[in-house]
């Protein structure tokens, strides 16, 4: 059997992955940072590199590496709120995109 294919991963797990990748890479924060946030993780009030300026380029970063268009009506609180909240808001992007 060969063991060099390239493991198939859903689109969930896709998601979730580069929802972390793009967390670590706009915001600079380390991999076990990235590593430790699950569904109730607070964002942004919590997370001091999650400003206001840092939205912009979170939000564009995850529209470019996910090929999902976010419009500004889109963007509320609520979505930024938590790990699981921003990973639901763009799970349901790419299921409707």
């Known amino acids: 059997m060969a063991t060099n294919l390239p493991v198939k991963i859903d689109k969930a797990e896709e998601t979730e992955a580069v929802l ?5 890479d706009v915001l600079g924060l380390a991999p076990e940072q990235v590593a ?11 997370l001091p590199e999650l400003d ?8 564009t970063e995850i529209e470019d590496r996910l090929d999902i268009l976010i419009e500004d009506d889109d963007v509320d609180g609520e979505m930024l709120e938590t790990f699981g909240g921003l990973l639901a808001f763009v799970t349901d ?3 409707t995109d």
């Open 20 to 24: 972390r990748q793009v967390l670590a």
């Open 93 to 95: 992007k790419r299921q």
């Open 52 to 59: 206001s300026m840092a939205v912009a380029g979170l939000l």
């Open 36 to 46: 430790e946030l699950d569904e109730d993780s607070g964002l942004f009030g919590h």
